[in-house]
């Protein structure tokens, strides 16, 4: 089955390379314009980057049946 799943997972890694990439530009735009804390869209792309990256994991478990 974890092959079944491999593309879903590819996509799922590439999407969270995304998110990544999304927060480290929101960081730097607020350190550009001399903020101090983080963004708090930067949080919320980061939680989902992290949501992501346990799908993507999930997907690549072995399959339990026997």
């Known amino acids: 089955m974890a092959g079944e799943f491999g593309e879903i997972r590819v ?3 590439a ?3 995304e998110l990544a ?3 480290t530009v ?3 735009e607020s350190i ?3 903020g101090y804390e983080l963004p708090v869209d930067e949080r919320r792309l980061t ?3 992290r949501a992501v990256e ?3 994991a999930i997907l690549s ?3 339990d049946r026997d």
Do not use: F, M, N, Y
């Open 15 to 17: 999407i969270a390379e």
């Open 47 to 49: 939680r989902a980057r």
């Open 61 to 63: 478990e072995p399959d």
């Open 26 to 28: 929101r960081l730097k």
């Open 54 to 56: 346990k799908a993507a």
């Open 21 to 23: 990439d999304l927060a």
């Open 11 to 13: 996509r799922l890694e």
């Open 32 to 34: 550009d314009a001399g």
